[in-house]
């Protein structure tokens, strides 16, 4: 089994998401350059959190058009299970594997803080070792996190159970209070139709150890693991 | 050639930097003032002037299509 880690340039999350892999779940992983027009011979591909190309034009707008993105499309669109941490969800975006787009943040601030988020479906490879409804304690960092899709596009997600996280409260309450940036229906992480696709917001690659103040993150990619073993 | 490639957020799409330039007008007084949304323009240079270039990179470039749209000023 092996993960792949996306760097684009202005990628600055990447050796977060490497750490995990190797240092906490013991998993083998590799850096893919985006230049790369292959990603042959990886199980799961992580886009991890930055700001690609320097957020130009609009987040996750130009890392849409580095050559690995045609192969990362072409992957998924074959079952591959490729997760979109921050920049990533932007870019998986912006590049159509995910419905939607990430607005700037309600109140315009770049929020860098602890959130709870509530586990609103357990059938996906990134969450299939929670049960639903399950709160998970992991940090946002972003300013551009607001996400939204047109209402049409919205009802589809919802009723495709296609909601993976929502901002709660500690008790799981979901409520325009715990909406920390603005995003429609405290939407924080979703999944293409065919689910193998995931984008969030939240960092689990920050919370995945104890000493890192939750190890709530490490389910999502101990997830990601059970999922490929059992495929 | 030149062409202007305005781009603005949808009606449908909420614009919280327009919204808080407009709630900044309070203090100048301008209060004739109901709306204000914020957009982007892109300048754009032509060789020999090839309209379907920058329709093809207003479109798929410039826009993000959930949530922009845009409009072609064109000049000589």
């Given at each position: 089994?092996?993960f ?70 072409d ?17 998986l ?7 939607g787009?990430?607005?700037r ?21 990134f ?20 996400f ?9 997600i ?13 008790n ?24 193998n ?12 150890e ?22 | ?5 305005i781009?603005?957020?949808k ?22 003032i ?28 410039l826009?993000?299509p959930?949530?922009?749209?845009y ?6």
């Amino acid at each position: 089994m092996k993960f792949g880690v996306v760097i684009f340039p202005g990628s600055n999350c990447e050796h977060d998401c490497y750490y995990v892999i190797q240092s906490v779940l013991g998993k083998a992983v590799e850096y893919i350059w985006h230049q790369d027009t292959s990603v042959k011979g990886f199980d799961a591909i992580i886009l991890p959190g930055g700001f690609a190309y320097g957020d130009y034009l609009r987040t996750g707008a130009l890392a849409r058009f580095s050559p690995v993105m045609t192969a990362i499309a072409d992957y998924a669109k074959k079952g591959g299970v490729v997760f979109g941490i921050c920049n990533g969800f932007q870019i998986l975006t912006e590049a159509g594997l995910l419905p939607g787009a990430l607005l700037r943040n309600v109140g315009l601030k770049y929020l860098c803080k602890f959130e709870y988020l509530r586990t609103e479906t357990t059938d996906t490879p990134f969450t299939n070792l929670m049960t639903k409804g399950q709160l998970l304690r992991i940090p946002i960092g972003h300013g551009d996190g607001n996400f939204f899709a047109d209402a049409d596009t919205l009802k589809r997600i919802e009723d495709n159970g296609q909601v993976v996280f929502r901002y709660a409260d500690a008790n799981g309450q979901i409520t325009p209070d715990t909406n920390p940036n603005g995003s429609l229906n405290n939407i924080a992480g979703i999944v293409n139709e065919q689910r193998n696709v995931m984008g969030m917001m939240p960092h689990p690659d920050r919370s995945s150890e104890e000493i890192l103040g939750s190890a709530d993150g490490k389910l999502i990619f101990e997830s990601m693991v059970n999922a490929l073993v059992r495929a | 050639m030149k062409a202007t490639v305005i781009v603005t957020l949808k009606p449908t799409v909420l614009d919280p930097q327009g919204m808080t330039i407009h709630r900044s007008l309070a203090s100048l007084g301008l209060t004739d003032i109901t709306d204000v949304r914020q957009g982007k323009i892109f300048q754009i240079q032509l060789k020999t002037g090839n309209r379907e270039h920058v329709e093809r990179l207003a479109k798929e470039v410039l826009t993000n299509p959930v949530i922009e749209e845009y409009r072609i000023v064109w000049e000589q």
